[in-house]
């Protein structure tokens, strides 16, 4: 009678392992709506070079690299066009930020300046054009 009932309780455990992966496979999604997603696009960014200037003298530059992730090709043409503006925003802004500290201070240096890349890119193309802030390469230089 035991071997029985675990016999029962075994086919049907199997049965509802194979009843979810059938579901999980069957929800996958056709080819062509895959095809129909559009992955996001990257608006690169000339290097932005901040010279950090304090008591009258430039002490160190700091180079970064950036690209701007925007969701589809007319945000992408909408952000070029801007680049302009979004580049000189970003020097202004991370003047005055690098002015005051040193990266060496703050262990999550490029993570804080992610945010305020994006919220300054926000602030001057508008909201829900730029998605995200990538940050390629970031190097500085101690000047003597």
């Known amino acids: 009678m035991k071997k029985l009932l675990f016999a029962f309780v075994g086919l049907i455990g199997m049965g509802g392992v194979g009843y979810g992966g059938w579901t999980f496979l069957s929800a996958a ?4 709506e895959v095809a129909a997603i559009e992955r996001p696009q990257f608006v690169r ?4 070079i901040i010279p950090v200037i304090r008591r009258d003298r430039v002490e160190r530059h700091v180079s970064l690299s950036v690209a701007l992730e925007v969701r589809d090709a007319e945000n992408r043409r909408t952000v070029q066009r801007a680049l302009p503006h979004l580049r ?3 020097i202004v802004d991370l003047n005055g930020y690098l002015r005051m500290l040193k990266s060496e201070d703050n262990p ?3 993570l804080t300046v992610k945010r305020r890349l994006l919220k300054v890119g926000i602030a001057v193309v508008g909201p829900g054009l730029i998605d995200a802030v990538l940050v390629q390469q970031s190097s500085e230089r101690e000047l003597l």
């Open 29 to 32: 999604p056709a080819p062509d």
């Open 45 to 48: 960014i000339d290097n932005l």
């Open 88 to 90: 000189h925003a970003f």
């Open 108 to 110: 999550r240096f490029l």
